[in-house]
């Protein structure tokens, strides 16, 4: 028997970046602080912040101006930027680092072929097992299905063979802990030639953590239900999940997807942000961040409908109109307004594992009785009797 809780998220706009608008602005998680660096709009600026509401402009001209679909990663050893379609024209395989976001060198150019819109994201097994791997891409008229890593940014590696899946620019990669030390590289979605992905594909590097020479790709899904618009797709993990997030083609809005093993899929709330194609998301201090294309910031906070303990910060909580008990009722009269919920405040500590970092908050805690389980084996009541939109239940099943 399965038991999968379902999520839902609080959105926040914490603030503003301070940059340009109507461009795009990537975030990434370095050094305790959110970095939002800007495309499009050569020269590009950098800003930072400790907590996503005040930030700072940090370099107010980017070395490297590039103004489409660089890659952006980074380790203990700092910030690095890759590929990309630079202001002076051409693509690129230059790559450069900072530590502090204000001085950037260059490095050797990647022995890779020059591109952008490729994926450039971290498999962090703690220093100096940080490998920063590139994934596909296209350049002059060609797209790329070909794999480098690289503790450093100078020296790289190349796979003996090429990856399974089809060549693709605009993907989206992350990685997860798999099984025991082992992790697991995911790559989704993408695109080529006009023609738009869904699919989920896995690998599972070996050796692990030192120098792994056998990537073995698997394709999880070959069309998983969410389906994004052409440049659009963004992922992370948080906690023990996969988040997908992309501008839905039916829907025409933000969506956001996450699955606990890459093959089944649970559709979130609708993020309130901006249709856009070109917000991207970064995982920082145990939230979900998204800097839209006018700079505003969204932090999302996650909680788990269902779970018997969830701590969410008060200001998320502000949308919750009341909190009431329940009495004896039946499981098919359940909703939001005769659930039993207990409220307590208490003093909680978000840490972040990926940012070694720790803040203090006031928050609250909910509590859900048992009688908000629900074993749909034994359930005989049709299930479409249940509201799903405002009942807080925790499904079980087979």
Known sequence: MKTREMSYVYWEKTGNCGLRT????????????????????????????????????????L???????????????????????????????????SMDGVTWNPLADAPWATRYGHCFTLMDHGAPWQWMIVLGGAGSGTYYNDQWHTLDGTTWYNPTSAPAYSARWL?????????????????????????TYNDVWKCIPWPWPTYPYSWNWERVTEHAPWDFASQSISSILLGDKLWVFGRGKISGVCEAWYSYDGEDWTEANKPPIPTTMFSR?????????????NGDVWAGTVDLLGSSSTSTSRSSLSSISSLSSLTSTSVSSLSSSSMSTYVKTTSSSQSSSTQ???????????????????DLNNYSANVKDIDLSSTIFNCKGT
């Not at 499009?40 to 996503?52: E, F, H, M, V, Y």
């Not at 993907?171 to 023609?195: D, F, H, K, Q, Y």
């Open 22 to 61: 109507n461009i795009r602005i990537v975030p990434l998680a370095y050094n305790n602080k959110i970095w939002a660096f800007e495309e499009w709009n050569a020269p590009n600026a950098l800003a930072s912040s400790s907590d996503g509401t005040t930030w700072t402009t940090v370099n107010g001209s």
């Open 63 to 97: 070395p490297f101006s590039i103004i489409a679909w660089g890659g952006y990663s980074s380790t203990a050893n700092g910030m690095f930027m890759c590929g990309g379609f630079p202001s002076s024209g051409g693509v690129t395989n230059h790559v450069w680092s």
């Open 171 to 195: 993907a989206t990669a992350t990685a997860t802990i798999s099984i025991g030390p082992t992790m697991a590289l995911w790559l989704m979605g993408g695109e080529n030639s006009g023609v």
């Open 281 to 293: 998301v970064v995982s920082f201090a145990d939230q979900m961040w998204i800097i839209d294309h």
């Open 356 to 374: 070694q970092q720790t803040t203090s908050s006031s928050s609250i805690e909910i509590r859900q009785p048992k009688l908000c389980s629900i």
